[in-house]
């Protein structure tokens, strides 16, 4: 008897330890709650944390938790919270889906979509769901799920103007551009600037630019038009490839006390882009005298100067910039690849390897150097470098197409394995980088000097189709068709190589301040 | 008494100083006579007289013409079976003054390894324009070789009197080529009428009043060839009565606007009609067949010669025609600039022609140099084409700028292994290959009659350079000298094809390396060991003509025959 009466004393003082214990979870997680509510978000994580700690199995202060969490963009943990609550009690569908939210936003939109589509087989008009699907399927490219979804919550999609700009890109992608015009036309009508400008985005993404044009005039002279909205426009004019436009919009901007750096620095590529060469230096420079400790406006100026030939002068502008800003790798590679233009070797390998002294992680630098050294005649030097960079970037097929092509262009008269050697590392490059066009190419030329004239063609397609504008492409094509006795196809090639040619060459005589000395 | 051998075998010390002289003689004279005998060539410009010098009017103005100058020939001007030498001088430019009166120079062979300027003597000493290359040729059939002189603005054609004296006939003649910056020059006889023609390379429009403003390194510099147009070829037919005709348009030449320069004329495609092949600068070359009817048609495209593999149109400044790898096909060479390779093209009876540059290892050896005169020939009479190409770069600057690449360069003698694979001979040519020039034209000819064929070179703005070859007689060799009847009178497109054992194939071509004219007699290096000699000539005109059982090691003379041929009894 006396037993049992202990027994039932102790169950008593266990279930009085466990109802303690449940009431102190319970009340740090309404005073996390409250702390929550008056907006003390580090105080109620406190309090949930202590509820979790007494509780750790319960679902309602875990998913609480994971809130909390997820509130303070403390997105991992809050995942992991949210897993456990979950695991806990599957058929909250709440939970699960604040958890699909944070794995959208975490970009893990698999696992996102797993989830919603558990909540979905459960409750098919979960329109928070569906939105949250349609979300995760649009960042996913799965556009018709995407549209499918977003379209079936119109009263939840006109509370978030990202998730109408969402259902319009979708509708681009399916080639639905009415659909995609009316939900911009709804999003716009939001009469806020930053919905229209999302909208204008999104068709300017799409390639519509008439549609973007269109909703970006709809803000013209009214309130939107402050310095920063109108700079904004100019932004989303030049990405619509209207140049002339852009210049119109930034130049009383620039004239006026709002001048910016970033808006001279638009201004100087409306200026690159409408060939005036000139007026993009100037443009450059003023943002150079405005913000003379950014590193952007220097390389942005000295690009365009050698985009435009003006070698000399960017040269120049490359020296000004590598004296204020020593370790700047995308400067140093500026001024090799222009010094390598220049025939100037020596001057690019050192500015190489600048580069590569201030950024050896980047690539950039690296191949800059190989080449540098490639074109300056000191092969072993050249070997060396594309051996380590193809060791330090095995995945980048550049590399591997620099050193094929000085084995097959700067034979020692010994080595009779150069030409295996080569092709091997071009067939690895393609394998590494299909998309690459000079691999094809110098592995087609190979083919073709080796008589295989069948693969020969082929690859040699493909770099004509990777490279359409390429001159030399085209000629080596024609050569491999008159070897195959295509006639008409051999033609065809040489047509286009001597239009090609015949454009590039009329270019280099324009534009230039200096006719270039030959090295 | 015996003496101890301490005493008696002693030498005395004034006999061991004697000894030891003597010794020391004899190891010097030694190693002096390998020496000698291992050099190819031997520098005799000195020995020989020669003193001229090129003047290309260098100036601040940097204008391109100041860098490309300076033709030579090898040429028997008074036919007295001795091969002269005719150097082309440049000229004076706007800021370019020569501090001495500018003249070319005509070096008359003595014959005993000296030779003496008579330029002024013979009337071709001054030109009214900028000198750049020669073209000789008997132009009237009269058996005297007459000049053709190519320049800016004009080109000047000098008949020989025969006499030792030359007229300046230019005018009369209708070859002034007026206005244009004429380079190279080839007398061929296109229509097979039995007088040459002349094709004369134009290079750019150019004009002293224009200089152009480029830089290299910010140092004011010559400007690449881009920054001038090119200019169409002219192609003058020679009437037979001492008058050109200009046939440019008619010809279709007319068209071919590019910058010229290196010409040969040849038979490419073995149908007795002679072709052409020109090499431009950065300007496509052209590969013209010639059509028989006055006209001719550019297969450079087809043929793969136009441009190099990738499409890019080369700098070609020299170009030159023999049958490299035996195959009895002319093959090409084309000297280009630093850094594209001087290029190698193997004939074929089917286009396209064989880019054979990087195989024949021309490509690894002359990358960093800037090429211009380039000949066939065989140094050492074994049978097989050798080759020599002279290079040098046109800017300074480059000594600041390049890593590999020099101002001056060195010439190169290569080796041919017989199927157009060269080997640098450098090491045993000769000191002249051991320096470094502004190399540029170059000239092949035997001008002391001992079968091996010898040579010379200009340099800018320098002293050319005469070399006697010294190892051909080493291997047997054949020469030819043909003289046209019916067919022009110098031969020129003639095939010979030589069976000694194994067959070899010549060409008496037009043109050849850059701004230079050649010995006209056809060398044939026969190997070692002593087999009997057939040739077969095929006469410009068409006339094949066989011969058997000539004798090596001797020049024949021969004359077209008239009628068909009979065939010579083989000698027992």
Known sequence: MPRILFLAFLILMICSFCAAQSTEARSHADRGLELAQSGDLTSAESELREAVKLEPT?????????????????????????????????????????????????????????????????????????????????????????????????????KQPESMAALASSYYHLKERDKARATLEKLASLHAVEPVQLAARIANQAGDFEESERLLNSISGTAGNSPDVEYRRASLQYRAGHFAQCQATLQPLVSSPAATPQMYNQLGWCYHKLNKPKEA???????????????????????????????????????????????????????????????????????????????????????????????????????????????????????KVVYAKMLLNYVSPTDRTAGARAERLLKQAIANDATNPEAFFELGKVELNNGRLTDASQHLERAAKLLPQSSQVHFVLARAYRRLNRTADAQRELETFQRLKKGKSSENQEGSLTDEAKP | MRRSLDQTSMPRPCTI?????????????????????????????????????????????????????????????????????????????????????????????LGNGKFENVAAKAGVDKLSFYGMGVAVADFDNDGYQDLYVTGYPASALFHN?????????????????????????????????????????????FSFEDPKNCELNHVRAYCAQTAYTGLPLTLYHNNGDGTFSDVSRRSGSDKLIGRGLGVVAIDV???????????????????????????????????????????????????????????????????????????????????????????????????????????????????????????????????????????????????????????D??????????????????????????????????????????????????????????????????AIGAKITVTSGRTFTRWIAGGGSYLASHDKRVLVGLGSGAKP????????????????????RQYHHLVEPASPPRLKKPQN
């Open chain 2, 17 to 109: 100083t004697l000894l030891v002289f003597l010794t020391l003689a004899i190891a010097f004279w030694k190693t002096a006579s390998i020496s000698a005998s291992k050099e190819i060539f031997t520098d005799i410009t000195e020995q020989a007289g020669i003193t001229w010098q090129q003047f290309g009017g260098k100036s601040q103005d940097r204008f391109l013409i100041e860098t490309m100058g300076g033709g030579v020939a090898f040429v028997d001007f008074d036919n007295d079976g001795l091969l002269d030498i005719f150097f082309v001088n440049g000229g004076e430019t706007p800021h370019g003054k020569s501090p001495l009166p500018l003249s070319n120079a005509l070096y008359r062979n």
């Open chain 2, 161 to 205: 009197n025969r006499d030792g004296t030359f007229t300046d006939v230019t005018d009369k003649a209708g070859v002034k080529d007026a206005g244009k910056w004429a380079a190279g020059a080839a007398w061929f006889d296109y229509d097979r009428d039995g007088f040459l023609d002349l094709i004369v390379t134009n290079y750019a429009q």
């Open chain 2, 533 to 552: 000699v057939d040739a077969d000539i095929r006469w410009p005109n068409g006339i094949v003509q066989h011969l058997s059982n000539l004798q090596p």
């Open chain 1, 281 to 399: 230096t100037e443009s450059f420079e003023h943002a150079i005298a405005l913000a003379p400790a950014d590193e952007s406006n220097f390389v942005d100026l000295i690009k365009v100067l050698e985009a435009h030939d003006f070698l000399r002068v960017g040269l120049d502008a490359a020296n000004r910039a590598a004296g204020l800003f020593p370790k700047s790798a995308a400067i140093f590679n500026l001024k090799g690849s222009i010094e390598s233009r220049l025939s100037q070797f020596t001057d690019a390998i050192t500015s190489y390897k600048h580069s590569v002294e201030a950024q050896g992680s980047s690539s950039e630098g690296w191949l800059g150097l190989a080449r540098a050294q490639v074109s300056a005649g000191l092969i072993p030097d050249a070997t060396s470098t594309c051996t380590t960079a193809i060791e330090r970037f095995p995945k980048d097929a550049r590399f």
């Open chain 2, 425 to 490: 001979m450098r090491e045993v040519a000769g000191a002249a290959f051991q320096r470094s020039y502004l190399g540029r034209s170059l000239a092949i000819g035997d001008f002391d009659n001992d079968g091996c064929p010898d040579a010379v070179f200009t340099t800018l703005n320098g002293p050319p350079v005469l070399l006697r070859n010294n190892v051909s007689q080493d291997n047997s060799w054949i020469g030819f000298s043909l003289q046209g009847t019916a067919s022009n009178r110098d």
């Open chain 2, 269 to 423: 495609n073995d149908d007795g009609w002679p072709d052409l092949f020109i090499a431009r600068d950065a300007s496509p070359n052209l590969l013209l067949v010639n059509e028989h009817d006055g006209t001719f048609e550019d297969i450079a495209l087809d043929a793969e010669v136009a441009y190099d593999q990738n499409g890019v149109a080369k700098s070609g400044m020299g170009i030159d025609a023999g049958d490299v790898n035996g195959d009895g096909i002319p093959d090409f060479v084309i000297t280009n600039f630093n850094d594209q390779y001087h290029s190698l093209f193997f004939g074929s009876k089917s286009l396209a022609f064989s880019d054979y540059t990087i195989a024949s290892h021309l490509a690894g050896l002359t990358k960093t140099f800037v090429g211009w005169g380039a000949k066939f020939f065989d140094y050492d009479n074994d049978g097989k084409l050798d080759l020599m190409l002279m290079n040098g770069h046109i800017n300074p600057e480059i000594d600041v700028t390049g890593v590999d690449v020099k101002y001056k360069e060195p010439a190169l003698l290569l080796r041919n292994d017989g199927n157009g694979v060269f080997e």
């Open chain 1, 58 to 158: 319960n679902p309602e202060f875990l998913s609480t938790l994971g809130t909390l969490l997820a509130m303070q963009k403390k997105l991992d943990e809050s995942t992991t919270v949210f897993r456990k609550a979950v695991q806990l009690a599957p058929s909250d569908l709440k939970s699960r889906r604040y958890l699909a939210a944070n794995l959208w936003q975490l970009h893990r939109y698999s696992e996102a979509k797993r989830e919603l589509e558990v909540i979905l087989r459960q409750q098919p008009g979960d329109a928070p769901s569906r939105l949250l699907m349609g979300m995760v399927s649009e960042n996913s490219g799965d556009y018709a799920t995407a549209a499918k979804m977003l379209s079936s919550v119109p009263q939840e999609i006109e």
